[in-house]
Nanobody, 124 residues
Framework: QVQLVESGGGLVQAGGSLRLSCAASGRTFSSYAMGWFRQAPGKEREFVAAITWSGSSTYYAASVKGRFTISRDNAKNTVYLQMNSLKPEDTAVYYC?????????????????WGQGTQVTVSS
């Protein structure tokens, strides 16, 4: 069974940085794309970033491009989200996710496995 466990969330002032981590277990981590999503109160869950199985390609939502960086360490079965220049509108629960069977990310692709989420709060 695939398990995803996020960590690294917290409270930070606007303009600050946080790095989220997602530790994966239960299957061969390096064979699948990985993604980060977020859900703010009263809003739908939205895509934030994704990375292919090898890390050679990354994808970002327009709202975070240039500020956030997704990366992965296949030796550690971990994917990261480095968040810089944080804004109050980045406040949300951030989720790590994985598809059932895909090396790559495509827009609108289904992600089947989800972590429990980690809260990120950015104060103004």
């Amino acid at each position: 069974q695939v398990q995803l466990v996020e960590s690294g969330g917290g409270l930070v002032q606007a303009g600050g940085s946080l790095r989220l981590s997602c530790a994966a277990s239960g299957r061969t981590f390096s064979s699948y794309a990985m993604g980060w999503f977020r859900q703010a109160p009263g809003k739908e869950r939205e895509f934030v970033a994704a990375i292919t199985w090898s890390g050679s390609s990354t994808y970002y939502a327009a709202s975070v491009k240039g500020r956030f960086t997704i990366s992965r360490d296949n030796a550690k079965n971990t994917v990261y989200l480095q968040m810089n220049s944080l804004k109050p509108e980045d406040t949300a629960v951030y989720y790590c996710a994985a598809p059932r069977s895909s090396y790559y990310h495509t827009p609108g692709m289904r992600y089947d496995y989800w972590g429990q989420g980690t809260q990120v709060t950015v104060s103004s």
